[in-house]
């Protein structure tokens, strides 16, 4: 539920912008890619404050704040009447929010130690379901409500995934006892981690492949928008395309992972 509500608006951004007022191709091109890159940019200077925050009250909390927090700022979509507003909401959504890490954290410690790989196998493939449903359910229910309605239905999705947490969800947290301030620097081991030579290598690799795929969804509607004979709104076709990634990594991530511990991780 969480991702499909944070998925919903991907396909349709661009166009967004376009109905904000901005038309010329090449603008909209950059503030698609600008509104994503406000976002990303507010969940990794945040994401390890919020860690260390979830190390003193608990996950459940954490996980909460995020989903709680992302239901108003996406319904606060709704609202913007301009291209600033959009860029300071966008931040905002990446800085309060980022739900895969809390998530991650709660189920390590709600799962039996032996089944914990298994269970963030599931985590996995509920996130993968969902940034396939949410691109293919925003796409197509844009063209039917609009684009601000959206927005509201994917906080309504987001609230109800919250109500859920509160209701459901239960957590044992025990507070961990304090530690030296000095090895708490979160600078300190990201130096020790460039510093190892393999570790780098494939951080910086990483960094590549994701440099390369994220630069995609900002820009594939305005790609489809050009194409001839469209069978379909450019935000429905967007939605399929990207729900049908969502598929193939749903699909491929376990198939491959067992395949990894056969043949090695490194030929994968």
């Not at 890619?33 to 260390?52: D, K, Y």
């Not at 309060?96 to 709600?110: C, E, I, W, Y």
């Not at 859920?164 to 300190?188: C, M, N, Q, Y």
């Not at 994701?210 to 967007?238: D, E, H, K």
């Amino acid at each position: 539920m969480v991702f499909v509500g944070f998925n919903l608006v991907i396909p349709f951004m661009p166009l967004f912008i376009q109905e904000l007022g901005i038309h010329d191709r090449g603008q909209v091109a950059a503030l698609a890619g600008l509104q994503q890159t406000a976002s990303a940019i507010g969940l990794a200077v945040f994401a390890p404050i919020w860690g260390s925050v979830g190390d003193r009250i608990g996950r459940k909390p954490m996980f909460l704040r995020a989903v709680g927090l992302g239901a108003i700022l996406i319904g606060g979509l709704a609202l913007v009447r301009n291209i600033g507003q959009l860029l300071v909401l966008r931040f905002l959504i990446g800085a309060l929010t980022g739900v895969q890490a809390p998530a991650m954290a709660l189920v390590s410690t709600l799962a039996p130690r032996a089944r914990t790989g298994y269970v963030v196998g599931l985590i996995q493939m509920a996130v993968y379901s969902g940034m396939f449903a949410g691109p293919l359910v925003g796409g197509l229910l844009a063209d039917v409500i609009g684009f601000r309605r959206t927005f509201l239905l994917g906080s309504a999705f987001l609230a109800l995934a919250a109500l859920a947490i509160i209701l459901f969800v239960r957590e044992g947290f025990v507070k961990p006892p304090p530690r030296d301030r000095a090895g708490l620097s979160w600078l300190g081991d990201l130096k020790k981690l460039v510093a190892a030579e393999h570790l780098f290598v494939l951080l910086a690799t990483v960094f590549c492949i994701s440099f390369a795929v994220q630069g995609l969804p900002p820009i594939l509607p305005l790609f489809i928008q050009q194409l001839p004979a469209l069978p379909g709104t450019p935000a429905a076709l967007t939605g399929i395309a990207l729900g049908t990634a969502g598929v193939c990594a749903a699909i491929s991530a376990p198939l491959l992972g067992r395949l990894a511990a056969r043949v090695g991780y490194g030929v994968i």
